[in-house]
């Protein structure tokens, strides 16, 4: 046994790629160095430590080996089952058939035999994409996988549907898990991200154009009180050619100009959250995964000689 697992242990380190932890990679040699002095408890440590720094499917089959070496055929298969569910589409086939084989033969009492049965309307559904606690083992349909006993979720889904489910599993009994994936809403994610952040942002926008309407109202007043009472002193009318009548009438001018300046600023948001409140409801209604009743929504800015707002209307 030790002839073999010499050999399949250093082709898995070779296997893993740079993007291994340094721990990890540092453990690997330690115990394939071990495992050539033919140190076999020294390898198993430096594994052990390989695997918990970095649970890979490489570190789990290099432990894997040399537990079954050590006659620690429950961890062995636990191990080597892990990284069996875990090896690479590219990864090397006669390692992925000669863990399979032992995985098969003398452990396989020591695990469960799962299959995975992915349905339609009650037909086989092919195509879905099939994961094993969180790792796809592949495409529907599927050969049945060998697990650790214990706890495991299966999921399959596709671009449109999900299905998932919880089982726990017995070693020595084969079982059956059936999955049907069912349409899915697309709310989570990036689709309910830009919604939100869309009416996030009109919301501010349309604060911000009350808030300039605000204070163009009030400078607007100062103004026009500033003109009346240069109009109740000179008889109705408004000269600015004299003191103190052209100190009064900067002051009015400048009210007047900072008005005219906010109002810009009020139209500008206001514009701005018409703009952004019809693009978020235009991507809403455009990208939900689900076809809804019509709906009509209309967003529209007004601009009047003291102030400016936005008008909404919809229809359900």
Known sequence: MRALVAPLCAALVGLSGAARADDADD??????????????????????????????YDTAANLGLVELDLKRSAEAAAHLAFALVNFPEDGDPALRAALRAKLNGELAPYLATVSIAV??????????EVDVD???????????????PGEHRF???????????????????????NLEPRPIARVAG??????????LLSAAALALGAAFTADAVLLDKSANERVAALQQANGGRQPCDTQPNQD??????AFQNKRDQVRIGAIVGFVGAGLLLGGTIGYAVAAAPKKEPAHAARVAPWVGPDGAGLTLGASF
């Open 134 to 148: 969180g790792v796809m083992v592949g495409r529907a349909p599927l050969e049945p996988v060998l697990l650790a």
């Open 155 to 177: 999921e399959a889904r596709t671009e449109s549907s999900h299905d998932a489910i919880t089982r726990t599993v017995t070693a020595g009994q084969p079982d059956v898990v």
């Open 248 to 253: 009064l009438c900067n002051e009015i001018t």
């Open 27 to 56: 453990a690997l040699d330690r115990g394939r160095q071990a495992l050539r002095s033919s140190d076999v408890q020294k390898a198993y440590r430096e594994y052990r430590a390989a695997f918990d720094a970095s649970p890979r």
């Open 119 to 128: 349905k339609k309307d009650g037909a086989p559904f092919h195509g879905a």
């Open 190 to 199: 990036a689709y309910a991200s830009v919604v939100a952040g869309g009416a």
